[in-house]
């Protein structure tokens, strides 16, 4: 993977002990779009994508700042099946073990929900691995719309403002930059045009670079 890919991960460069440490830098835009808030300057199964959370009543000004906590890692128990299903990012090409890490991860979920619930930090994170876990598998709609997901659930959790929910809705546009079906680009265009406005705003650059990419996959097939 690009090193550019590598900052987009859940959590930014991610390592098989990051939920040990609780260390991660901040992910970055993706490298051939800049996603920029309005007004500054610089076997997977697909969630729905947006709660109602992510409403016009979520938008709001600049990012906070956040750093990661010592809580920002899974519950003891988990620990070394989470880092097994975080290991796979260090082998993209390895097709079987991303298949394998996969179906631990969609497991973990749902021990995950069952135990802490959907709007549980726990769980929006380990969905964000989900949701690259299936960007390495080269399916890159199921991504977006596990980033739609998890954006969603961050706004909830945290608010529209925050570092992670902005981290998220930048990789749900990440993801979608490389879908390549028509259809799929204009379904999860829709609702992602939608999330970003809520999240950086209707004059971010993001929004028009979307709007404009569904239109132009529209016009292709009239």
Do not use: C
């Amino acid at each position: 993977m690009h090193d550019e890919h590598q900052q987009l991960r859940p959590w930014g460069r991610v390592t098989p002990d990051f939920w040990e440490s609780g260390q991660g830098s901040t992910p970055g835009p993706a490298a051939d779009h800049p996603v920029r808030r309005a007004g500054t300057t610089a076997p997977q199964q697909a969630p729905q994508a947006i709660p109602a959370a992510a409403g016009a009543a979520a938008r709001t000004a600049a990012a906070v700042p956040s750093s990661p906590s010592p809580d920002d890692g899974p519950p003891a128990a988990y620990q070394d099946r989470v880092s097994a299903v975080v290991a796979a990012f260090s082998r993209p090409d390895d097709r079987e073990g991303l298949a394998a890490a996969a179906v631990e991860a969609e497991a973990l979920d749902q021990e995950f929900t069952a135990r802490y619930g959907q709007q549980h930090d726990h769980t929006v994170r380990l969905r964000e691995v989900r949701g690259w876990l299936a960007l390495l598998a080269g399916q890159s709609a199921v991504a977006a719309r596990w980033y739609l997901h998890t954006t969603g659930l961050q706004i909830a959790l945290r608010g529209a403002a925050h570092a992670e929910t902005e981290g998220s809705v930048r990789r749900a546009v990440h993801a979608w930059q490389q879908v390549k079906d028509p259809a799929e680009v204009v379904q999860i265009g829709g609702d992602l045009a939608k999330v970003v406005t809520a999240v950086l705003g209707e004059g971010s650059e993001a929004v028009g670079y979307i709007e404009a990419r569904v239109v132009r996959y529209q016009q292709r097939h009239l």
